[in-house]
């Protein structure tokens, strides 16, 4: 898909990451929203899907090492859930619900199909989600030509529990990391994931928390994942100065786990109210990095 561009130029002043001008749409702002160039971390409040044929019209032989995405789930179906204790409606807002099966596949195919484009012929993206999506997502995945290489369960010692009492309690979401395509030399630091499992080769079975309290103190987004999980994936398959990008961005936990592995983030979303959130959180931790006051985290502590 394409669209037409107005004439309203955007600047974004010295361009470590060659991204140069972009311009407005009635689709997307296409804005530099943040920038702390001496860390590597850069939002943008955008459309995905415009903002990414931007780029790989200007990068046509890819971008990015690494991608971690986590797109709609399409469950905002007027459901039930337990938060807190309290029954509450599965409604996280237009952005979520689905429009059916024929048009999810549509979407998931052509926001992959963008993001291979934009890998490195090495890279390797993630993408996290549940039963309603992630078969899509990789059926999509085959379709497109990416070569999967693991399928990760992430299983939540606390799951809410299933009020209707007619299934399973829902306890875990599938995270699949493919590789660009079938002749990639994909990066994996399989040394790094054995220690950090205790001098045991690391499963697809990963437990671990949701996000703690303190991830949520600016404001907190319905999927947000814990930083400790984007920290293993990130740490698995990246090394040192690589270059991450994160097209669903929400609250900005893929930019705050690049920060503390020493990788640098490119960040997309529409919404500037999670934005708001990604900045305040992204700020926090960069303040706290500099003042030396927290420990590096690692994946698993």
């Not at 097209?247 to 920060?259: E, H, R, V, Y």
């Amino acid at each position: 898909m394409r669209y037409k561009m107005h004439k309203e130029r955007l600047v974004i002043g010295n361009d470590p990451l060659g991204f140069g001008v972009f311009e407005k749409t009635k689709l997307s702002p296409n804005q530099s929203f943040f920038r702390n160039d001496e860390r590597g971390i850069w939002l943008y409040h955008a459309n995905c899907l415009e903002l990414m044929d931007l780029l790989i019209e200007k990068f046509p032989d890819g971008k990015f090492d690494m991608i971690f995405a986590d797109p709609p789930y399409f469950l905002s179906n007027g459901g039930i859930t337990c938060h807190a204790g309290r029954m509450v409606k599965v409604d996280k807002g237009d952005w979520d619900r689905s429009r059916g099966p024929e048009f999810n596949h549509e979407f998931n195919s052509e926001w992959l199909r963008r993001c291979q484009k934009l890998l490195k012929p090495n890279g390797t993206i993630w993408v996290s989600g549940t039963h309603h999506v992630i078969h899509s997502v990789g059926y999509a995945m085959q379709q497109i030509g990416y070569k999967i290489l693991n399928d990760i369960t992430w299983e939540k010692p606390n799951p809410p529990p299933n009020l209707a009492c007619r299934y399973f309690t829902h306890s875990t979401e599938t995270i699949i990391w493919s590789a660009k395509t079938d002749k990639s030399k994909h990066v994996f630091n399989y040394k790094l994931m054995k220690s950090i499992n205790g001098g045991k080769q690391m499963k697809s079975v990963w437990r671990i928390l949701p996000p703690k309290g303190e991830e949520k103190t600016f404001g907190k987004h319905p999927t947000q994942k814990p930083i400790e999980l984007l920290i293993r994936c990130i740490q698995a398959s990246t090394n040192e100065g690589d270059l991450i990008l994160d097209p669903f961005s929400g609250s900005g936990t893929t930019g705050i786990a690049a920060l503390h592995t020493k990788r640098r983030y490119v960040g997309i979303d529409i919404s500037k109210d999670f934005l708001q959130v990604s900045k305040k959180r992204i700020n926090e931790v960069i303040d706290n990095l500099s003042a030396g006051s927290p420990r590096r985290l690692k994946a698993g502590h």
